[in-house]
C-alpha cells in the first residue's frame, strides 16, 4: 500500500480498480523525404489532422443532452488548434522546405508552440500549452494508424500521464481520473468537474507506478489516491464515501435558499467562468450572477485576432443564460508572452512584470476598442459590468475610461445599440493598487480582489515553481491586511468589493473574509454551495471583532490557528436550513 498526492478537483471520493492508459511519450520517427515524395507526405499528415477532426466531431454529435456544456466547448477548442496555421500550416512548410517527415515537423511545432505557453505567467494560459500536445499526440497516433478508442468496458479509475478532453469523454466507464500533468486550470480538470467525476491532477508518476487492475482509493477533495489499500482502510473510505453522497444530496437543497448569515446579511455568492457554456451551469446551482468572466479563451489557440462580432456572439451567450443576473467580463489579461504575435517575437525576460493585461491593452489599442466594443453590445441584453484586470497606476485607470468612451462613441457613430450604465470596475492583484484603493474607487464603480495574483506580488513567490510553492500562503498576514484594507476602503466609499481569486472557494477563508466585511464572492461553480453552507452558518456580529483582532497579529502561525478556530469554536449549531 502506498499513497500519492496531488491536486484535488472535487467531486468526492471514489474507489475502484486502475486501468493505466498508455503513455503519451511514444517516440517520434525523425527522417528526411526525398523532394519528389514531399507532396505525398504533406497529403498523408492533412490526411491525418482530417482523422482527427472527424473523431472529435464525432464525439461531439455523440453526446447527450445532458452533457455537461463545458464538453462541446473543449471538443471545439482542440478542434480549433487543428486549424492554427502555426501548427498544421507551418508543420505542412517544414515538411517541404526541410524535407521532414510528417510525425518530425508536426512533433516540433507543437513543441515550439507549447513552450510559448509555458512562459506565461497566468496559469490558465500556461496550461493551453498542454492542449496543444493533447491535439498533437492524436493526431501521431492517426499517422502511425492508431485511432481514438471510445472506450466501454468495466466501471474503472483511469489513469495516465495526461488524457485530451474528447478521451476523457469517451471513457463512459470513467469512475474517475489519476493524472500526473496538469492543474486546476487545465482542461482535464475543467470537464471533471463539469462532469461531477472525481479527479486527481499534478501526481508526477501515477501512471508508471500504478498498474492495470490494482484498487485504488481516489479522493477528489483531498487530492490523495491510495494504491491497494487494505482491508480497514478500505472500510473506512467506504464509510466516507457513503456520507459524502449523503452530504452533496444534502448540498442540493440550497440551491435556491438566499445567502444570508444567520444575523441576516445578505452575501451574494457569483461563479467564475472560462466558457459562455459554463454560464447556465453556474445558474443551476444558484449563482447570484457570474463574478469573473475571463475572456482569454476567445483570443487563445489561434493567430487572428477574434472579430468584433465573433466576441459579441460569446458575451451575449453567458448574458442571457443569465437571465438578468449580473455578468462581470474581465477584458483580456494576457501577457507579453501572448500567443498572438509569430513565433519569432521576442518573449518578455520577465512576463509577471512585464507589458501584461491592462499594460498590453493599452498598448494595443484597435484590439482594446473591438472587444470593448463587443462588451458594451452585450450589455443590452441583460445587465453587464466590465472589470478591468491588473491596474496600478492612475493614469492606466483615466486612459482605459478614455478608451470606453471611446468606444461608447465608436458604436453610436456606427449606429449599432449599447447597454446603458455599464459599471466599470478594476481588478486588485498588485499591493500598489491595494494601498491606491481609496483613488481607485474615487474613479471606478467597483473593485474585485483577485487573490491568486495579489498573494504572488505581495510574497514573491511564483507558485507553479514547486521549489518555492510551500512559501505560497493565502493567509500571511501582510496578504490578509491588503484584503481587508480593500474591503474596508470600499464599504467605506459605499461601492462594491468582491473576491474573485481562489480564496473565494475556500471554505477555510469563508469566514475570515467575510469578518473583514466582505458580502460579495466569486468562485469556480463547484464551490458555490459549500461555500453558501458556510455562509448560513455564521454570524458576522459574533466575527467581526474577532477577526480585527486575527489581522492585528503579525505572526503567521498564530494568525492560521485564529482562522481555524473562527470554524471551530463559531456559532454553527444551526436547526436544519430548508428550501
Known amino acids: 500500500m502506498f499513497t500519492l498526492c496531488g491536486t484535488g478537483i472535487g467531486g468526492g471520493i471514489v474507489i475502484g480498480r486502475a486501468r493505466v492508459l498508455e503513455s503519451r511519450r511514444f517516440d517520434i520517427a525523425r527522417y528526411r523525404v526525398a523532394e519528389e ?9 492533412r490526411r491525418a489532422l482530417g482523422e482527427v477532426k472527424a473523431d472529435l466531431a464525432a464525439l461531439a454529435d455523440e453526446l447527450p443532452p445532458e452533457a455537461p456544456p463545458e464538453a462541446r466547448a473543449l471538443l471545439e477548442v482542440h478542434s480549433m488548434i487543428l486549424d492554427d496555421p502555426s501548427l498544421a500550416e507551418a508543420a505542412l512548410t517544414l515538411v517541404q522546405a526541410q524535407g521532414w517527415n510528417a510525425e518530425w515537423a508536426l512533433s516540433h511545432q507543437a513543441d515550439e508552440l507549447a513552450e510559448q505557453f509555458a512562459g506565461f505567467e497566468d496559469p490558465y494560459l500556461r496550461e493551453r500549452g498542454r492542449d496543444v500536445q493533447q491535439v498533437t499526440d492524436r493526431a501521431l497516433k492517426a499517422l502511425a494508424g492508431m485511432r481514438a478508442r471510445h472506450g466501454a468496458g468495466e466501471p ?57 487492475d490494482d484498487w485504488l482509493v481516489l479522493d477528489g477533495e483531498a487530492g490523495v489516491v491510495i494504491v491497494a489499500p487494505d482491508e480497514p482502510l478500505l472500510a473506512e473510505y ?123 491593452c493599452l498598448a494595443e489599442p484597435e484590439m482594446f476598442l473591438a472587444q470593448l466594443r463587443a462588451i458594451l453590445r452585450a450589455a443590452e441584453h441583460g445587465p453587464v459590468r466590465l472589470l478591468i484586470p491588473m491596474l496600478a497606476h492612475r493614469h ?101 468589493v468582491s473576491v474573485c481569486g481562489e480564496m473565494a472557494g475556500e471554505v477555510d477563508a469563508t469566514r475570515l473574509l467575510l469578518g473583514m466585511g466582505l458580502q460579495q464572492f466569486s468562485m469556480h461553480t463547484a464551490s458555490l454551495l459549500p461555500v453558501k453552507r458556510e455562509v448560513l452558518q455564521s454570524d458576522t456580529r459574533w466575527l467581526a471583532p474577532r477577526v480585527a483582532r486575527l489581522l492585528r497579529s503579525d505572526d503567521p502561525t498564530r494568525v492560521s490557528s485564529a482562522i481555524r478556530r473562527l470554524r471551530e469554536n463559531g456559532p454553527i449549531g444551526l436547526s436544519p436550513v430548508r428550501p
Not at 515524395?37 to 499528415?45: K, M, W
Not at 459599471?423 to 481607485?440: D, K, N, Y
Not at 506580488?457 to 510553492?469: E, M, N, P, Q
Request: no cysteine; glycine share 8%.
Open 156 to 212: 474503472a479509475i483511469y489513469v495516465a500521464s495526461d488524457i485530451a478532453p474528447g478521451d476523457m469523454l469517451a471513457l463512459k466507464s470513467a469512475l474517475g481520473f489519476a493524472i500526473d500533468l496538469g492543474g486546476t486550470t487545465s482542461h482535464t480538470a475543467i470537464l471533471a468537474r463539469s462532469m461531477n467525476l472525481p479527479a486527481v491532477v499534478g501526481l508526477g508518476s501515477a501512471s508508471e507506478l500504478i498498474e492495470d
Open 396 to 496: 492606466e485607470i483615466d486612459h482605459s475610461l478614455a478608451m470606453i468612451a471611446q468606444a461608447r462613441e465608436q458604436l453610436r457613430e456606427r449606429g449599432q445599440h449599447e447597454g446603458a450604465g455599464v459599471p466599470v470596475g478594476g481588478m486588485i492583484e498588485v499591493p500598489a493598487a491595494a494601498l491606491s484603493a481609496r483613488l481607485f474607487l474615487s474613479r471606478l464603480d467597483f473593485l474585485s480582489i483577485g487573490t491568486n495574483d495579489l498573494i504572488q506580488y505581495t510574497l514573491a513567490i511564483d507558485r507553479a515553481d514547486h521549489t518555492v510553492a510551500p512559501l505560497y500562503d493565502p493567509f500571511h498576514p501582510a496578504v490578509l491586511r491588503l484584503i481587508a484594507m480593500t474591503i474596508r476602503e470600499a464599504r467605506r466609499a459605499g461601492k462594491p
Open 37 to 45: 515524395l514531399r507532396d505525398a507526405e504533406q497529403a498523408r499528415l
Open 238 to 360: 467506504r464509510r466516507r464515501q457513503a456520507a459524502d453522497l449523503a452530504e452533496r444530496e444534502k448540498l442540493l437543497g440550497l440551491v435556491s435558499v438566499p445567502g444570508d448569515t444567520r444575523d441576516g446579511t445578505r452575501v451574494e455568492l457569483h461563479a467564475n467562468i472560462e466558457l459562455p457554456e459554463e454560464a447556465q451551469q453556474a445558474r443551476d446551482l444558484g449563482a447570484d450572477g457570474i463574478g469573473l468572466f475571463r475572456s482569454e479563451f476567445l483570443f487563445m489557440n489561434r493567430r487572428d485576432l477574434p472579430a468584433e462580432d465573433e466576441q459579441y456572439e460569446a458575451y451575449r451567450a453567458a448574458v442571457l443564460a443569465m437571465r438578468g443576473k449580473p455578468v462581470t467580463i474581465r477584458t483580456l489579461d494576457i501577457g507579453a508572452d501572448k500567443a498572438l504575435e509569430p513565433p519569432t517575437a521576442g518573449l518578455s525576460p520577465n512576463p509577471a512584470l512585464g507589458q501584461r493585461a491592462i499594460r498590453f
